[in-house]
T-cell receptor, first 113, second 113 residues
Framework: DVKVTQSSRYLVKRTGEKVFLECVQD?????MFWYRQDPGLGLRLIYF???????EKGDIPEGYSVSREKKERFSLILESASTNQTSMYLC????????????FGPGTRLTVT | AQSVAQPEDQVNVAEGNPLTVKCTYS??????LFWYVQYPNRGLQFLLK??????LVKGSYGFEAEFNKSQTSFHLKKPSALVSDSALYFC???????????FGTGTRLLVSP
């Protein structure tokens, strides 16, 4: 079974703090993704990566950066957390096969106070 | 541009009755279509996908979905609903050659005993 793990299930941070969210997948997938999920808005793509050291902006990259130094690990960084970044953050991975279905981690619920 | 519409925020159905969760899409080229389910405080779980072939796709937990090219729809169905099917359901689409998924806003399914 594909396993995608995220470093924290719940996180509380203060405004202005630098926040690191880490994601690890164990299936040698080429592609990794970071989404945020907010009620009524569904999932919105923040950043994604097709390969090690490669990154592409998604639909809402402002206020975020990412790092992919190893194939299995994809980190999301909030340089200076703000209250409007309070959300559920979901990591996913997929391979380049015909289906390309994404496999998701359990999510990190981040609260910025 | 790719897009997905889930026209119902919530679907209510009695246990034992058939259920349908609606999804329509817009994509250039041939679509790859997916359904995911999310239980409270969990990540998304892959249910089923359509890539090519039979218009009726069978997936996990007795769910199936019907691809209709002329109506650009991919409705999720189950012949007999269970209370445990109560969850949030997301439809997603990607075009050929793209790895990014575009998600709908989700439909909450509530199955009453």
């Amino acid at each position: 079974d594909v396993k995608v793990t995220q470093s924290s299930r719940y996180l509380v941070k203060r405004t202005g703090e630098k926040v690191f969210l880490e994601c690890v997948q164990d299936m040698d997938h080429e592609n990794m993704f970071w989404y945020r999920q907010d009620p009524g808005l569904g999932l919105r793509l923040i950043y994604f990566s097709y390969d090690v050291k490669m990154k592409e902006k998604g639909d809402i990259p402002e206020g975020y950066s990412v790092s992919r130094e190893k194939k299995e690990r994809f980190s999301l960084i909030l340089e200076s957390a703000s209250t409007n970044q309070t959300s559920m953050y979901l990591c996913a991975s997929s391979n380049n096969g015909a289906g390309g279905e994404q496999y998701f981690g359990p999510g990190t619920r981040l609260t910025v106070t | 541009a790719q897009s997905v519409a889930q026209p119902e925020d919530q679907v209510n159905v009695a246990e034992g009755n058939p259920l349908t969760v609606k999804c329509t899409y817009s994509v250039s080229g041939n679509p790859y279509l997916f359904w995911y389910v999310q239980y409270p405080n969990r990540g998304l779980q892959f249910l089923l996908k359509y890539i090519t072939g039979d218009n009726l796709v069978k997936g996990s937990y007795g769910f199936e979905a019907e691809f209709n090219k002329s109506q650009t729809s991919f409705h999720l169905k189950k012949p007999s609903a269970l209370v445990s099917d109560s969850a949030l359901y997301f439809c997603a689409v990607r075009g050929t050659g793209f790895q990014k998924l575009v998600f709908g806003t989700g439909t909450r399914l509530l199955v009453s005993p």
